[in-house]
């Protein structure tokens, strides 16, 4: 019998165990600087637990932020759980790592993308820049940008 390494899932596990790592320092020393998450996960999935107003709202799939006011953040191996802000309506959530469907920190364009098996391939990817959300303006395609203009320092001198 022939055996494969199956990087898709070693891929899966791999990032999921960064945002693991990442959210458990945000539970024990709070945000730094200017992080913060947005988070879309898959409000069908089993293990998921939100209000049952929040699935109706959101079926299928849902994106959460974790910036200014959150609370109760519980990290463990297969998820987290913490409270979110609704409309002056505080809400507990527990999302897997297996349900998240993208993971982005905006404030220093990361950006995690997991596909599922009906999407292309079966691999986690980073969002490429002319993908990255919530930028407002997108970087030019590679076959506009073109070479860095060099600029001579003489002029500036004394």
């Known amino acids: 019998m022939s055996r494969e390494i199956d990087y898709g899932n070693l891929m899966h596990s791999a990032m999921r165990g960064l945002i693991r790592t990442v959210l458990q320092d945000v ?5 730094p600087g200017n992080h913060h998450f947005f988070i879309t996960f898959d409000t069908d999935h089993p293990d998921v637990e939100l ?4 699935s ?4 299928g799939e849902m ?25 002056d309506s505080p809400e507990p959530l527990y999302i897997p790592y297996d349900a998240i469907r993208t993971f ?22 980073t969002l490429p820049d002319s993908e990255a959300p ?5 970087p030019a395609p590679a076959s506009e ?12 001198r004394k």
Do not use: C, I
């Open 27 to 31: 539970s024990e020393n709070g945000l």
């Open 51 to 54: 209000a049952d107003w929040l």
């Open 56 to 59: 109706d709202r959101y079926p």
């Open 63 to 87: 994106t959460v932020v974790m910036q200014h006011w959150f609370d109760n953040l519980v990290v463990d191996e297969d998820g987290f759980a913490v409270t979110l802000n609704f409309g």
């Open 104 to 125: 982005v920190d905006p404030s220093v364009e990361f950006g995690l993308r997991f596909e599922s098996a009906e999407d292309e391939g079966d691999t986690p990817t």
């Open 134 to 138: 919530f930028e407002s303006e997108p």
């Open 145 to 156: 940008k073109k070479d860095a203009d060099v600029v001579s320092l003489d002029s500036f």
